[in-house]
């Protein structure tokens, strides 16, 4: 099916039931802030995040900075939902340099080494203008260069006018408004650090805005995603001022890439929708493809009863606990369920459709 023809599908499931919206903000909450902060370097664990921000545990050894991001991932979550409400409101800068204050709460100081020994330090100032030029070093080899501090106001106040006039005009769909606002932002790179961050949840603000579903951008689709973004840039050209001033036209591939994420995201929610109330198994976005049955049987007992033994599960299902040990070991390694010794209970992360959320 077509991008159009996808979502005339999704708009007919509405209105959902209060359990299906419960299951897909569910989804939404874990899979987004996972993929997004995963994508920036996060190394919390698809299972530590749904902990975290669904029932406040920290657990593993990652660093605090780590967890205190993924939290205020989830606030500017919330804080894009709160202000697409009010579709009166127009886009402000004021609206993103508090969005980036959220996510990044604080002023904070970053070291480098220098050669000989010496140390240099500078600010990342939360919810400002970058004060420091700042690049890339592309997955070529090249420095890819952003706008200017001294540009970076007078082109986010264009982006921004652009952004609001463009939407009133009506001539770009919402998802080419998405896309192409994703792309001049980038380009500009206002902030000293977060602007990956800020251009997902700005996407998922213009996308709600125009009664779209918010879409994940799948960190094992990191690479797919960059590399549209540089093919773009190639089309566009390196000056910064042009990259802030580009073209649909301009964008084709990340323009086809951002459109086949939008009808594939799109398309996981219908699939969930339509298989709810079954016996199917979801993970960050993809149907789980169970061996035997005895995987799904699995996590079904561990969900229905977290302080199962294997001996009552092997019992249960019909199989040796040897073998039992295997199913459990292979799913383990695949982040789909955790053994939490503490309570010698298990925790599945896996999403069910056949449950009462």
């Not at 987004?32 to 902060?37: A, D, I, P, R, V």
């Not at 009166?88 to 002023?107: A, Y």
């Not at 977290?306 to 295997?326: C, D, F, H, Q, R």
Request: proline content about 3%; charged content about 25%; aromatic content about 10%.
């Amino acid at each position: 099916m077509t991008l159009e023809e996808t979502y005339s599908v999704w708009m007919a499931k509405h209105p959902l039931t209060g359990e299906l919206e419960r299951l897909l903000n569910k989804k939404f909450t874990i899979e987004y802030n996972f993929n997004s902060n995963h994508i920036e370097g996060n190394a919390l664990t698809y299972g530590q995040t749904e902990l975290l921000l669904l029932f406040g545990r920290v657990t593993g050894g990652s660093e605090v900075k780590d967890y205190a991001d993924m939290k205020a991932s989830q606030v500017g979550v919330e804080t894009v939902k709160e202000a697409v409400q009010d579709k009166s409101m127009p886009m402000t800068q004021n609206f993103i340099r508090q969005l980036h204050k959220v996510i990044l709460r604080e002023d904070y100081t970053v070291y480098r080494n220098l050669p000989g020994g010496l140390t240099t330090s500078y600010t990342i100032h939360a919810g400002q203008y970058k004060t420091r030029p700042n690049s890339v070093i592309t997955r070529y080899g090249d420095r890819f260069e952003y706008a200017s501090p001294e540009e970076t106001p007078a082109l986010m106040s264009d982006l921004v006018d652009w952004y609001n006039r463009a939407e009133q005009a009506g001539e770009l769909s919402p998802v080419e408004l998405a896309a192409l606002f994703h792309y001049r932002y980038i380009r500009i790179h206002p902030f000293e650090d977060g602007n990956g961050r800020i251009a997902r949840l700005l996407v998922n603000y213009i996308l709600a805005r125009h009664g779209w579903p918010m879409i994940v951008i799948r960190n094992r689709n990191k690479s797919q995603y960059l590399e549209a973004l540089h093919k773009s840039d190639m089309a566009v050209g390196i000056e910064p001022i042009k990259g802030a001033r580009a073209t649909k036209s301009q964008i084709a591939h990340f323009l086809q890439y951002f459109k086949n994420t939008v009808r594939n995201e799109i398309q996981c929610d219908i699939d969930i929708i339509d298989s709810f109330g079954k016996d199917t198994w979801w993970y960050d976005g993809e149907r789980i493809k169970f061996r035997s049955e005895s995987g799904s049987k699995v996590l079904s007992l561990m969900q229905a009863n977290p302080y199962n033994t294997y001996a009552e599960m092997a019992a249960n299902i019909g199989i040796n606990i040897s073998a039992l040990e295997k199913i459990i070991g292979r799913m383990k390694e695949k982040g789909y369920l955790e053994r939490q010794a503490a309570e010698k209970s298990w925790y599945v992360f896996a999403l069910s459709t056949n449950q009462i959320v």
